[in-house]
Nanobody, 127 residues
Framework: QAQFVESGGGLLHTGGSLRLSCTAS????????VTWFRQAPGKEREPVSC????????HYADSVKGRLTISRDNAKNTVYLQMDSLEPDDTAVYYC????????????????????WGQGTQVTVSS
């Protein structure tokens, strides 16, 4: 059974750091771009970062540039999101999702077309 599981969320203060992980089982991430999304209370789910499959190029939403770093380890079938200098506005449930080959967030913020979604992990940043 294919699964995509996030971990690493938690509660921390402004300025803190956290590393989220997203691990696939039952399928391989090699041919997928992986996007991290987040959904804050009362807001729509939005993409924040993506790493491509073949070239491994990374992309970020303007709101997180310079503070979040995405990476992938295909040998471990895992994608990471290093989060630094966190702010209360970063409070959200963070999800990872796969899309074949390229980073769909470069074209659209729509949620359709993604093959696998994780269940989400909560990140709460207090001031």
């Amino acid at each position: 059974q294919a699964q995509f599981v996030e971990s690493g969320g938690g509660l921390l203060h402004t300025g803190g750091s956290l590393r989220l992980s997203c691990t696939a089982s039952g399928f391989t991430l090699d041919n997928y771009a992986v996007t991290w999304f987040r959904q804050a209370p009362g807001k729509e789910r939005e993409p924040v970062s993506c790493v491509g499959s073949s070239d491994g190029r990374t992309h970020y939403a303007d709101s997180v540039k310079g503070r979040l770093t995405i990476s992938r380890d295909n040998a471990k079938n895992t994608v990471y999101l290093q989060m630094d200098s966190l702010e209360p506005d970063d409070t959200a449930v963070y999800y990872c999702a796969t899309y074949p080959i390229y980073c769909r967030m470069l074209i659209t913020t729509a949620l359709d077309g993604y093959d696998y979604w994780g269940q989400g992990t909560q990140v709460t940043v207090s001031s």
